[in-house]
């Protein structure tokens, strides 16, 4: 028996390093007796321990964020993907369809024969596959006709009015039934769940093939959403959005792309209003947000919303509303970094001649589960659980911020992430790796730094001051003038502590900042925690 210790160890300065270890997971699981199906559940503690396989989301969700992942990790990381893992992953992106109803169809996971119902929870994840797809061959023809195909579908059997689906139109149709199965039996379907969080994936679509029907129902999706869900008041309301929550982050992150895409300042409005609202009923300042909104283990969260929520506020943050940057910042270091289990010591690495349990603490390093703010584990005993659609999730979120942590702004290289980057251009270090801020240019150009809020100010003036630095602050930027000629710059950085009391339902927490950093956080009794407990 493995012994579950009170800390693990934790990342929360080296993005890429995460981005590697998060694709580990998904070159592994993979159920060879199935033609390689990916897994979906994941348990690392309880009765039901192990991988196993889930009617759609196996077949859909882990293989269209792991494509999504995978074309974008390998990107950045230069790890080469082996191409029988994309072959394997393509192969079920084309067989889902390959049935007389033209949509996906679930999985009999006890015959693994087809079955004529189609879960609409997943037509963000079957879109995400030809869009990686593509992205890995623009001129991938068949993916192209895929993604064609279900604009097509969605085209002819949605009211874009009120955001249904033409049940009985599709039935009379093609012969198939509609769910979703992340409603619950109260609920039955919602937008959000279904039409809503789709919308993220046409964007994406649209990004790497501008084809226009895409852009035109991702416009019309939101259109729906912002008359029926997305209300003025920013207010999250379960009965309008949905009680699983994941449903509502990925439509707020489709949105937030498109705003950002079409560069429309009414959408982005609306998705900062509920960003500033709604957001705070279901999350916290600093990145975990809860599962579903209806768990009684309320502390109990999950890192798909999280990456959702990252992504909307770098939408946001690039469309000038600079402490969205700010807060996309808090949310990697805090809680979407340190949440990767990355220490595995506490999960057994028998061997096993079942593959679905053999090797697991190797085979599962790097991937990310449903973290509460303090640990892996909401309390002793309780399920442990690593969905394998969530790695997929993390990763995609990490690969979007990396993109975001230096942009070129009008000709200014500008800083948007505390983060190290290098590229032709610039080398920057963090100074939360060394202490300071390390800059050399590469090119003569002016620089800007989104700093902390919590930056102490009075001393990095002074210093800019002693080294005869010209700047200019606006906000949260520093501006940087004239120091292509100086080499590499090292200013001294010193970020405030600060303790914040949170209280979310019936529950409070204490935490420790420096900067934009986590180093203590109340967690009596608790164990798999990711940062030293601090006590009331």
Known sequence: MVEFPKYVKINDLDLVMAIREGMNPMLEWYDKKHNNLPYFWNYISGPKYGNSHHKSYSCVHSMGRWLDALVNAEAITGEVVPQEIYDQLAFWAYEIFNNDTGMMANLNVNTFEWEKVCDLHNLREAMYAFVALLKKNPNDQKAKKGAEHLIDMVDRYTDFETGNWKTDLYERECGGKVECGASSEREVYRFSSTLGRYIGGLVRLYMVYPYDKALDQAIRLTDTALKNVLLDDGEFDRERFAEHLHSTSSMISGIAMLGSLIQN???????????????????????????????????VGEINNTGDYLEACLCLGKAGYEEYYDRADKMIRCHLLPSQLLDVSFISDEESEDDSISKMATRMKGAFGFPCPYGHEYEPGSEISFNWDIVGGGVSSLCWAYNHIVTNVNGIISVNLQFDYEDEKICYRTPYSCGEMKILLKEDRVVRCLMPKDVDWNALIKELNRQSILFYIEGQWLYLYGIYQKGMLRLPVKYLKQRKKYSFRNNELLVDYVGNRIVGMSSEGKRLCFFKEVNK
Do not use: H, P, S
């Not at 009414?266 to 209806?294: H, P, S």
């Open 265 to 299: 300042q009414e959408i982005l409005c609306r998705v900062k209003k509920f960003m500033e609202n709604g957001y705070y009923q279901v999350a916290t300042d600093f990145g975990w947000c809860l599962e579903n909104d209806k768990r009684v283990d309320n502390w």
